[in-house]
Protein backbone atom coordinates (compact mmCIF):
# COMPACT_ATOMS: atom_id res chain seq x y z
CA UNK A 1 0.00 0.00 0.00
CA UNK A 2 1.36 3.32 -0.74
CA UNK A 3 1.14 6.35 0.88
CA UNK A 4 -1.15 7.89 -1.10
CA UNK A 5 -3.96 5.69 -0.83
CA UNK A 6 -3.16 5.20 2.60
CA UNK A 7 -4.03 8.85 3.14
CA UNK A 8 -6.96 8.57 0.74
CA UNK A 9 -8.52 6.19 3.15
CA UNK A 10 -7.90 7.82 6.68
CA UNK A 11 -8.83 11.20 5.06
CA UNK A 12 -12.47 10.23 3.88
CA UNK A 13 -12.98 8.14 6.38
CA UNK A 14 -11.99 11.47 8.61
CA UNK A 15 -14.47 13.33 6.81
CA UNK A 16 -17.52 10.33 7.28
CA UNK A 17 -16.56 10.54 11.09
CA UNK A 18 -16.76 14.62 11.37
CA UNK A 19 -20.22 14.61 8.80
CA UNK A 20 -21.51 12.01 11.16
CA UNK A 21 -19.90 14.22 14.45
CA UNK A 22 -21.58 18.00 12.85
CA UNK A 23 -24.88 15.33 12.01
CA UNK A 24 -25.32 14.03 15.51
CA UNK A 25 -24.42 17.59 16.98
CA UNK A 26 -27.28 19.33 14.77
CA UNK A 27 -29.12 16.67 16.08
CA UNK A 28 -28.68 16.98 19.43
CA UNK A 29 -28.59 20.84 19.17
CA UNK A 30 -32.58 20.81 18.11
CA UNK A 31 -32.97 18.25 20.93
CA UNK A 32 -31.51 20.75 23.76
CA UNK A 33 -33.43 23.43 21.87
CA UNK A 34 -36.54 21.87 21.96
CA UNK A 35 -36.30 21.00 25.63
CA UNK A 36 -35.52 24.18 26.61
CA UNK A 37 -37.81 25.99 24.87
CA UNK A 38 -40.33 23.36 26.54
CA UNK A 39 -38.95 24.47 30.12
CA UNK A 40 -39.18 27.76 29.48
CA UNK A 41 -42.79 27.47 28.19
CA UNK A 42 -43.63 25.74 31.45
CA UNK A 43 -42.04 28.20 33.25
CA UNK A 44 -43.59 31.13 32.18
CA UNK A 45 -46.96 29.31 32.45
CA UNK A 46 -46.64 28.55 35.97
CA UNK A 47 -45.05 32.23 36.74
CA UNK A 48 -48.15 33.81 35.10
CA UNK A 49 -50.55 31.20 37.24
CA UNK A 50 -49.08 32.29 40.15
CA UNK A 51 -49.54 35.86 39.09
CA UNK A 52 -52.83 35.28 38.75
CA UNK A 53 -53.63 33.56 41.38
CA UNK A 54 -51.54 35.82 44.57
CA UNK A 55 -52.74 38.85 42.59
CA UNK A 56 -56.46 37.75 43.14
CA UNK A 57 -55.42 36.56 46.37
CA UNK A 58 -54.23 39.77 47.05
CA UNK A 59 -57.78 41.76 46.22
CA UNK A 60 -59.66 39.95 48.69
CA UNK A 61 -56.86 40.54 50.96
CA UNK A 62 -57.17 44.45 50.70
CA UNK A 63 -60.87 44.08 50.61
CA UNK A 64 -60.41 43.17 54.51
CA UNK A 65 -57.81 45.74 54.65
CA UNK A 66 -60.22 48.60 53.37
CA UNK A 67 -63.08 47.27 55.13
CA UNK A 68 -61.07 47.33 58.49
CA UNK A 69 -59.61 50.90 57.69
CA UNK A 70 -63.01 51.84 57.11
CA UNK A 71 -63.89 51.20 60.56
CA UNK A 72 -61.11 52.45 62.07
CA UNK A 73 -62.29 55.82 60.29
CA UNK A 74 -65.63 55.33 61.59
CA UNK A 75 -64.95 55.54 64.89
CA UNK A 76 -62.63 58.42 64.30
CA UNK A 77 -65.69 60.62 62.65
CA UNK A 78 -67.71 61.48 65.79
CA UNK A 79 -64.36 63.32 67.07
CA UNK A 80 -63.78 64.91 64.28
CA UNK A 81 -67.27 66.68 64.78
CA UNK A 82 -66.93 67.93 68.03
CA UNK A 83 -63.47 69.25 67.61
CA UNK A 84 -65.24 71.11 65.03
CA UNK A 85 -68.18 72.72 66.95
CA UNK A 86 -67.01 72.79 70.57
CA UNK A 87 -63.53 70.89 71.58
CA UNK A 88 -65.21 70.57 75.47
CA UNK A 89 -67.60 68.33 74.37
CA UNK A 90 -68.38 65.09 75.14
CA UNK A 91 -68.77 62.25 72.45
CA UNK A 92 -72.21 60.26 72.41
CA UNK A 93 -71.35 56.73 73.61
CA UNK A 94 -74.32 55.17 71.59
CA UNK A 95 -72.81 56.46 68.27
CA UNK A 96 -69.23 55.45 69.27
CA UNK A 97 -70.47 52.45 70.72
CA UNK A 98 -71.54 51.81 67.72
CA UNK A 99 -69.18 51.97 65.79
CA UNK A 100 -66.67 50.70 67.90
CA UNK A 101 -68.42 47.15 67.81
CA UNK A 102 -68.51 47.29 63.80
CA UNK A 103 -64.42 48.01 64.17
CA UNK A 104 -64.33 45.06 66.34
CA UNK A 105 -66.59 43.17 64.17
CA UNK A 106 -64.50 43.90 61.02
CA UNK A 107 -61.15 43.17 63.35
CA UNK A 108 -62.38 39.45 64.09
CA UNK A 109 -63.12 38.65 59.77
CA UNK A 110 -59.87 40.38 59.17
CA UNK A 111 -58.25 37.77 62.01
CA UNK A 112 -60.14 34.52 60.27
CA UNK A 113 -59.15 35.37 56.92
CA UNK A 114 -55.50 36.04 58.47
CA UNK A 115 -55.13 32.92 60.15
CA UNK A 116 -56.64 30.73 57.79
CA UNK A 117 -54.70 32.31 54.72
CA UNK A 118 -51.40 32.90 57.04
CA UNK A 119 -48.93 30.17 55.11
CA UNK A 120 -49.53 32.04 52.01
CA UNK A 121 -48.71 35.22 53.03
CA UNK A 122 -44.75 36.39 52.61
CA UNK A 123 -43.22 36.62 55.86
CA UNK A 124 -42.39 40.09 55.78
CA UNK A 125 -45.87 40.84 55.53
CA UNK A 126 -47.35 38.90 58.60
CA UNK A 127 -45.77 41.27 61.00
CA UNK A 128 -47.78 44.08 59.17
CA UNK A 129 -51.30 42.07 59.08
CA UNK A 130 -50.81 40.38 63.22
CA UNK A 131 -49.73 44.57 64.06
CA UNK A 132 -52.81 45.74 62.20
CA UNK A 133 -55.42 42.77 63.10
CA UNK A 134 -54.67 43.37 67.13
CA UNK A 135 -54.44 47.08 67.28
CA UNK A 136 -57.03 47.74 65.59
CA UNK A 137 -59.16 45.10 68.08
CA UNK A 138 -57.95 46.72 71.21
CA UNK A 139 -58.56 50.57 69.39
CA UNK A 140 -61.90 49.15 69.38
CA UNK A 141 -62.12 47.29 73.28
CA UNK A 142 -60.16 50.23 74.40
CA UNK A 143 -62.83 53.02 73.25
CA UNK A 144 -66.12 50.55 73.94
CA UNK A 145 -64.82 50.12 77.30
CA UNK A 146 -64.43 54.41 77.93
CA UNK A 147 -66.80 56.41 79.95
CA UNK A 148 -66.42 59.53 77.95
CA UNK A 149 -64.18 60.42 75.58
CA UNK A 150 -63.76 64.50 74.76
CA UNK A 151 -61.82 66.18 71.92
CA UNK A 152 -58.26 66.23 74.33
CA UNK A 153 -58.37 62.89 74.26
CA UNK A 154 -58.42 62.51 70.99
CA UNK A 155 -55.85 64.95 70.06
CA UNK A 156 -53.40 63.20 72.14
CA UNK A 157 -53.77 59.32 71.95
CA UNK A 158 -56.52 59.08 69.34
CA UNK A 159 -54.54 60.80 66.66
CA UNK A 160 -51.36 59.18 67.50
CA UNK A 161 -53.16 55.56 67.27
CA UNK A 162 -54.62 56.23 64.05
CA UNK A 163 -51.61 57.20 62.46
CA UNK A 164 -50.21 53.93 63.85
CA UNK A 165 -52.91 51.87 62.30
CA UNK A 166 -52.54 54.29 59.24
CA UNK A 167 -48.69 53.32 58.92
CA UNK A 168 -49.36 49.80 59.26
CA UNK A 169 -51.60 49.66 56.45
CA UNK A 170 -49.12 51.76 54.09
CA UNK A 171 -46.83 49.29 55.24
CA UNK A 172 -48.51 46.58 53.91
CA UNK A 173 -49.66 48.61 50.53
CA UNK A 174 -45.87 48.84 50.07
CA UNK A 175 -45.24 45.13 50.81
CA UNK A 176 -48.17 44.11 47.94
CA UNK A 177 -46.85 46.67 45.35
CA UNK A 178 -43.12 45.09 45.43
CA UNK A 179 -44.53 41.20 46.08
CA UNK A 180 -46.37 42.09 42.67
CA UNK A 181 -43.67 44.24 41.02
CA UNK A 182 -41.22 41.02 41.72
CA UNK A 183 -43.16 38.78 40.24
CA UNK A 184 -43.60 40.88 36.64
CA UNK A 185 -47.27 41.77 37.17
CA UNK A 186 -46.45 45.76 37.96
CA UNK A 187 -44.52 48.27 36.66
Avoid at 5 to 31: E, P, S
Avoid at 62 to 67: E, Q
Avoid at 114 to 130: A, C, G, R
Avoid at 139 to 161: A, F, H, P, Q, R
Wanted: charged letters at 25%; hydrophobic letters at 40%.
Amino acid sequence: MDINTLLAVFGGAQVAVVALVVYLGRLWLKRFELELTQTLEKSKHVSQAQFDREFSFYQELWTHVSNLRKAIRDTILPFNSIIETDSNAIISNKELRQNCQNLILKSEEFWIFVESNKPFFPTEMIEYLDSLRNDSYVWGSELIEMKSLNSDWYLTKGSVKLQELNATVNSLEQIIRVRLKNLGGLN
